[in-house]
């Protein structure tokens, strides 16, 4: 190693505390990380693109610092969907440190990495008390029955108040209103429920009236509108 010259004329003194890195949690142990094998764990990470046009979130699942397991969901951005499309081919079988410096095509999904990382070498993840973590496939969790993301989509202006367009229940068909024409529930179909029934062999139209629910005040509303259309 090459040294300045004043370094090479410095004496040696010696160090003294030696006891390494500080321990991290990670799936029910305490854990010195010296290396990228050493890290484990499940957690998200949030990222934006430089415009801030669309939003991506990262979940990983990672075992002795290898990504097992990726589950990217992606709002607001139609190429972000394509980006993530080849992101999750990228990121499983990698090292963490490898997919922190990889081009993980879109800018979004490439800060919810970095941000991420952040996560899982400091020990804060969703398993980081859990003990042995989360079997791989675990991530899918978030997205609940039909294998959905869980999506609010809501529109509002002063001119005309507010829509509600797509909440965690599915996408919605009726606003209900009182009397002061203020929402007080909502009609929905749960999309991913929907396309289950299809596929097992129910009719479009069985499936969609099985799926349809309420939430709130809906039944005897003074009003009930289509927020999309009116």
Request: hydrophobic share 35%.
């Amino acid at each position: 190693m090459n040294c300045t010259h004043e370094v090479e004329n410095m004496c040696c003194v010696a160090k003294g505390p030696k006891h390494g890195p500080a321990p991290i949690p990670e799936e029910g142990r305490w854990v010195k990380a010296y290396e990228i094998k050493d890290i484990s764990g499940l957690s998200h990470g949030i990222g934006w693109c430089a415009p801030q046009q669309g939003g991506c979130k990262l979940t990983l699942n990672v075992k002795n610092g290898i990504i097992e397991e990726a589950l990217i969901e992606t709002l607001g951005c139609s190429g972000m969907t394509h980006s993530a499309a080849m992101a999750c081919e990228i990121l499983q079988g990698k090292t963490i440190l490898e997919a922190l410096n990889t081009d993980l095509v879109c800018d979004a999904i490439n800060v919810a990495m970095r941000e991420i990382f952040l996560q899982l070498v400091y020990g804060r993840t969703q398993t980081a008390f859990s003990e042995n973590g989360l079997p791989v496939g675990a991530s899918l969790e978030d997205l609940g029955k039909g294998l959905r993301s869980q999506i609010g989509t809501m529109f509002g202006t002063k001119e005309k108040g507010v829509r509600y367009l797509e909440m965690a229940e599915g996408y919605i068909l009726k606003l209900a209103l009182d009397e002061n024409d203020e929402v007080i529930g909502y009609q929905f179909v749960n999309l991913g429920k929907m396309m289950d029934a299809i596929k097992k062999g129910s009719t479009p139209n069985e499936a969609f009236e099985k799926n349809v629910g309420t939430y709130g005040r809906f039944d005897g509303a003074a009003k009930y509108i289509d927020p999309r259309k009116e």
